[in-house]
């Protein structure tokens, strides 16, 4: 994660007020062919704390996955006296290595575009054409959900559709930080159009192991606190993952 999202608002709404309104949504598949899956992240941690469940699923059932990060994650902390944006680049990469290998997943590419973190939105069209070779030949797209709240999510979202459109090649978007400012019901989300993964006891505490490896975002670095704080970490340690 990287700079605070653009939907995020002091009293942001607790997990407790989630369980307590949850919808019934119905069940996600991927498909019975399904054997390569492209999963997008604006930033490192992004996709595992959006989808983290579901790639170690993926995994699991013998699916290929590649791995996109469009920027570095460097600007989560400016002015940090412990890490300068290139030693917080380098270290998201190798927290971002240990979670795929606590969530049991390798895979077959892993490709990092080094777009400017915070700035996705104005490199938009270069992104479309990066990412038009890595989509090719893909079964399904994961991605950031293009109204998440966060600009540089937003900006990968469009980019994803824009990209894979063209290609005939499905997306399904997963929100981050709209658990964090929506609230039930909110019409804001596309209920119509969401679906759960559940997650297995096993594949949920994978998913937990793999959070908890993104140090410089789950813990204070230096004197800034927590880009991650509990309370919103509590959003992504559910027994499901939400696709739409």
């Known amino acids: 994660?990287?700079?605070?999202?653009?939907?995020?608002?002091?009293?942001?709404?607790?997990?407790?007020?989630?369980?307590?309104e949850w919808p019934d949504l119905p069940?996600?598949?991927?498909?019975?062919?399904?054997?390569?899956?492209?999963?997008?992240?604006a930033h490192p941690d992004d996709e595992v704390l959006g989808v983290g469940g579901t790639t170690a699923l993926l995994a699991a059932a013998g699916v290929?996955?590649?791995?996109?990060?469009?920027?570095?994650?460097e600007a989560s902390h400016?002015?940090?006296?412990?890490?300068?944006?290139?030693?917080?680049?380098?270290?998201?990469?190798?927290?971002?290595?240990?979670?795929?290998a606590a969530l049991g997943v390798a895979p077959v590419a892993a490709a990092?575009?080094?777009?400017?973190?915070?700035?996705?939105?104005?490199?938009?069209?270069?992104l479309v054409t990066a990412l038009v070779p890595v989509l090719a030949g893909a079964d399904?797209?994961?991605?950031?959900?293009?109204?998440?709240?966060h600009p540089d999510h937003e900006a990968v979202g469009r980019a994803v559709l824009a990209a894979a459109g063209p290609l005939g090649v499905p997306v399904a978007q997963y929100p981050v930080w709209a658990w964090h400012w929506a609230r039930p019901g909110d019409p804001r989300l596309p209920w119509d159009r969401a679906r759960a993964v559940?997650?297995?006891?096993?594949?949920?505490?994978?998913?937990?192991?793999?959070v908890a490896c993104f140090t410089t975002q789950v813990q204070p670095l230096g004197p800034d606190p927590a880009v991650l704080p509990p309370e919103f970490l509590a959003h992504h340690d559910r027994d499901h993952e939400v696709l739409w």
């Open 1 to 20: 994660m990287s700079a605070p999202a653009a939907g995020h608002r002091p009293g942001a709404t607790p997990e407790e007020e989630w369980a307590a």
């Open 27 to 41: 069940a996600w598949q991927p498909g019975p062919r399904c054997r390569r899956v492209v999963v997008c992240a």
């Open 64 to 73: 290929d996955l590649v791995h996109v990060t469009v920027t570095d994650g």
């Open 78 to 100: 400016p002015g940090n006296p412990v890490l300068d944006p290139a030693g917080l680049a380098a270290a998201r990469e190798q927290e971002s290595a240990a979670a795929l």
């Open 112 to 126: 990092r575009l080094r777009v400017p973190d915070s700035g996705v939105a104005a490199h938009e069209a270069h």
């Open 140 to 149: 399904l797209v994961l991605a950031p959900w293009a109204g998440d709240g």
């Open 198 to 210: 559940a997650l297995p006891p096993a594949v949920r505490a994978a998913k937990r192991a793999a």
